[in-house]
């Protein structure tokens, strides 16, 4: 079963401009969570997606959005790029949501730049 | 709110030394507590997990063992090996607290093993 795919694994973007990434959980997993990994603030939760509903969000500002498609398929959005964005987003699938019996699987990440 | 508060690191051993990673936790429900594991330009990797006191939780010769009366869940191996060399995260989620359980994760451990 193929995992957890992320795309693009790598981008370089200049202030301002807005950036759109992409998770495809793994086939069957309905549940999929965005995560900000940078070496300061460490791996912070950014939102959970589960049937095409938000239902978890962490505190970011209103800058950064998701949506999920009936596939399951998931994009992040991040507008008015800041340097601080700069970082490894990581999504993560589970076959639904529920952290005691669910295990959340992990992509490879994105690594955005912000130049 | 859930906090999990893991050693600082870096950690660097000698192969086959024994290998302790501490972690301490905050929750206010019951949590599944995880640990992850990043080897270098990947995602994370569920490594073990442990959804209730007492539990322990093994793969690949590392061992935790949920902790209620100290919540802790300190991560053991007894023979290190070069390619153990990655970052370790400690995690948990509250999976009692319905609509609420996005993994809470610690800052990471960078292990080096020298050989």
């Known amino acids: 079963k193929a995992g957890v795919t992320q795309t693009p694994r790598y981008l370089i973007k200049t202030r301002g401009q807005q950036v759109t990434l992409s998770c495809s959980p793994i086939?069957?997993?309905?549940?999929v969570s965005w995560y900000q990994q940078t070496p300061g603030q460490g791996l912070q939760f950014l939102f959970e997606?589960?049937?095409?509903?938000?239902?978890n969000k962490g505190n970011f500002p209103g800058r950064f959005s998701g949506r999920q498609f009936s596939n399951s398929r998931s994009e992040m959005n991040v507008s008015t790029l800041e340097l601080g964005d700069s970082a490894l987003y990581l999504c993560?699938?589970?076959?639904?949501?529920?952290?005691?019996?669910?295990?959340?699987?992990f992509g490879p990440g994105t690594r955005l730049l912000v130049l | 709110g859930n906090s999990v508060t893991q050693m600082e690191g870096p950690v660097t051993l000698s192969e086959e030394a024994f290998l302790t990673i501490n972690c301490t936790y905050t929750?206010?429900?019951?949590?599944?507590l995880f640990w992850y594991v990043q080897y270098p330009g990947e995602g994370l990797q569920l490594l073990l997990k442990?959804?209730?006191?007492?539990d322990k939780g093994s793969n690949k010769g590392f061992e935790a063992t949920y902790r209620k009366e100290t919540t802790s869940f300190h991560l053991e191996k007894g023979s290190v090996q070069v390619s153990d060399s990655a970052v370790y995260f400690c995690?948990?989620?509250?999976?009692?607290?319905?609509?609420?359980?996005?993994?809470?994760f610690g800052t990471g451990t960078r292990l080096t093993i020298i050989p």
């Open positions: 993560a699938s589970s076959l639904k949501p529920g952290g005691i019996a669910e295990t959340q699987y």
């Open positions: 086939s069957g997993h309905r549940s």
């Open positions: 997606y589960f049937s095409e509903t938000q239902r």
């Open positions: 929750a206010t429900g019951y949590p599944s």
């Open positions: 442990a959804t209730k006191a007492d």
């Open positions: 995690a948990l989620s509250d999976g009692a607290n319905f609509g609420n359980e996005k993994l809470t």
